[in-house]
């Protein structure tokens, strides 16, 4: 201590000033020892009360940075007994320590000290906190209130045991949340209702009960929109606009559009059904967006075969209904309109490419063969884009090949690409999805694009498409094809192989004229005959060999039924060309008494590709998108990629148990 204390008086506490006197004293004394050491008194004086008041100084430094920690425990303590926040301090193994005031109040001044955390709010995860990974949880339901949590992970000292504490802060978003939910609820909504066959129905109604017809259908979607509390305003004959809030499009959800069903089961002497078709649009970004929603649904809506709804939320679509036949339209008004149009863009390129879908069916092909003779007939350069020959168009093949015209005619992908120039026309046939093409590539390419096709519009589909003709009550793309052909041309020079692939694509698609048949594919169909189709030879092209045949029944043999009147089958791994088998077998099934619908399973290379047919009480379509397929309602079709066998039962399974449910709503 001594030392420490001789030390000092040689260090920092010694100014220089001192310094300075202590010399001159050593001076003095050297010539007058008795002025030195009347010096050196003064200087030892002058050290002793520098120290001291150094000491004094230090001291009072100490006692208030003493007072100054007091002060701030104090003020810490109050601020956190007297945060205006519910504040929980707990253990690391989630035991509640301490709590506030404010948090006692949530629970209703309940004693929930030495208690389990989860108990009371058990929407927070200790173990996250714990690893540092979540220092906060959003929403917290307690007590009907909602809480936003944040959390602060402190390690104790060493003489604690080293153990953790967690102090959670309460932040009430109630009101917030209130607030939002209002908001949400009380955005507008906007959507389109369009009678799909209102003048179809009309015409053949007699003319005393047509008054009675348009006033009924205008009496039932109005007291629905009442009852709805949605205001509907009549813009046309058959079209309404109505205007509500996402709370109450909820509401209709809910109920699955019930005025879809209510329309149907009109009765007041009309001798056609009437449907309706409903376009939603919803969470625009103002009322253009929420119109724009609104049309492209309704256009959805009606692409699909009407008699249903479709709810547009951003890139999100909702489908409802949806489970009846599309409504054949009498008048070709429209094919007319497209065929003229279609004449006048295929003369105003340089050439034109044909595409259809991967695998290509009788009825791609020969709605790709009918497409070929109109650009021929006005003379175009024309090809037609083929990757590789299936099974399913073999004898179509074997025929073409036969003729040297279609030497040069089919190109792969890659070619087709090399070809696509900027005034190319690229006709898609048979397929409206980009993904189901067969080259992506020349679809991405092309700049003038027409499309069509006989299948319901799905979510994905061919934007910015020039003409889109896509007719869901049409038995066939061959049957559309068939019309733009006779209106195209009046004397049209088809060959006789070109309109018994026509014929051969109804054909198929109607399995003989059975399923999805109108009286405008029997009058196309007579058409094909007149112009040279012969109904034996096109028999033919579709005949299958005797292992296809046996392996046919073997699938059918082997089916299994799901729900009484569901048969589900797989096609063997060794089976040859699969997927026509597969489309083959699930028609066949149809023909077993007690059995509405059919499903078949084929894999080929890493895909599952699944087939599904039904008599028309259960809708196919519906099915097999929930797996990301499409098609009809009696004929559709699924692919899934990366699944086994076994799993993609189950997909299907689980699909039509769903689509059940929604039936049952």
């Not at 009675?212 to 709805?228: F, G, H, K």
């Amino acid at each position: 201590m001594k030392i420490k204390k001789f030390s000092s008086i040689w260090g920092p506490d010694i100014n220089i000033s001192q310094w300075i006197i202590a010399v001159a004293v050593l001076i003095i004394g050297y010539y007058n020892i008795a002025l030195g050491i009347a010096g050196a008194l003064l200087l030892g004086y002058l050290i002793y009360h520098n120290l001291q008041t150094t000491t004094r100084k230090r001291e009072e430094l100490r006692l208030y940075i003493e007072n100054l920690s007091e002060s701030v425990d104090t003020a810490t303590k109050n601020a956190i007994l007297n945060l205006p926040f519910p504040l929980v301090i707990i253990d690391e193994h989630g035991i509640i320590n301490w709590y506030n005031m404010l948090f006692s109040n949530i629970f209703q001044g309940e004693y929930i000290l030495d208690k389990k955390l989860s108990t009371y709010l058990s929407g927070v995860d200790i173990g996250r906190i714990l690893k540092n990974k979540m220092d906060e949880f959003k929403n917290i339901n307690v007590k009907e209130r909602y809480y936003d949590i944040y959390c602060n992970l402190i390690n104790l000292q060493e003489n604690s045991g080293g153990r953790n504490i967690i102090i959670m802060y309460l932040v009430d978003k109630t009101d917030f949340i209130g607030l939002k939910n209002r908001y949400n609820e009380e955005r507008p909504v906007i959507a389109m209702l369009q009678v799909d066959n209102y003048d179809e129905a009309l015409k053949e109604a007699e003319e005393s009960v047509k008054p009675v017809l348009i006033a009924e259908v205008d009496r039932r979607i109005s007291a629905w929109a009442s009852l709805n509390n949605a205001s509907i305003q009549k813009y046309s004959n058959g079209e309404y606009l109505l205007h509500m809030t996402h709370k109450q499009l909820v509401a209709i959800e809910e109920k699955r559009f019930d005025i879809l069903d209510n329309i149907r089961e009109i009765s007041a002497g009309n001798r056609l059904p009437i449907t309706l078709s409903i376009g939603v649009g919803v969470n625009g970004k103002n009322y253009a967006d929420l119109q724009k929603f609104t049309r492209s649904a309704m256009d959805i809506a009606l692409g699909r075969g009407g008699d249903q709804a479709v709810v547009k939320d951003n890139e999100k679509l909702s489908f409802y209904g949806g489970k009846t036949k599309a409504v054949e339209k009498r008048t070709k008004v429209k094919a007319r309109v497209i065929a003229y149009a279609l004449k006048q863009l295929i003369e105003q390129s340089e050439d034109v490419l044909i595409m259809g879908h991967e695998m290509p069916d009788l009825d791609c092909m020969g709605s790709a063969l009918g497409i070929y003779r109109c650009c021929k007939s006005l003379n175009k350069d024309t090809h037609i884009v083929l990757n590789r020959v299936n099974a399913g168009i073999t004898n179509l093949w074997a025929e073409l090949q036969e003729d040297e015209e279609y030497g040069n005619v089919f190109v792969n992908s890659q070619e087709a690409v090399q070809l696509c120039k900027r005034n190319t026309l690229l006709v898609v046939v048979d397929v409206h999805r980009p993904g189901f093409t067969e080259s992506r590539q020349l679809l991405d390419k092309a700049e003038k694009i027409a499309v069509i096709d006989h299948h319901r519009r799905g979510t994905e589909f061919i934007e910015d498409a020039v003409i889109t003709y896509i007719e869901p009550y049409a038995s066939s793309t061959s049957e559309l094809v068939t019309e733009i052909l006779q209106y195209m041309f009046e004397k049209p020079k088809v060959k006789q192989i070109e309109a018994e692939a026509l014929l051969a694509g109804i054909f198929i698609d109607t399995k003989n004229f059975s399923f999805q048949t109108g009286v405008r594919t029997f009058e196309a169909a007579s058409y094909l005959r007149k112009v040279g189709a012969d109904t034996t030879l096109t028999r033919q092209l579709f005949q299958d060999d005797m292992s296809t045949f046996l392996m046919r029944a073997e699938v059918v043999k082997n089916a299994q039924m799901f729900r009484n009147n569901i048969a589900i089958s797989v096609i063997p791994q060794h089976a040859k060309s699969p997927a026509l088998v597969a489309a083959q077998a699930a028609d066949e099934l149809l023909n077993i008494k007690g059995i509405t619908a059919s499903f078949v399973l084929s894999k080929i290379n890493d895909d599952i590709f699944i087939s599904g047919r039904s008599l028309g009480d259960i809708n196919v379509q519906v099915v097999l998108e929930k797996l990301g397929g499409g098609g009809h309602l009696t004929v559709a079709g699924a692919q899934l990629s990366g699944i086994s066998m076994e799993d993609a039962m189950a997909k299907v399974k689980n699909a039509v148990d769903e689509y059940l449910k929604e039936g049952e709503r």
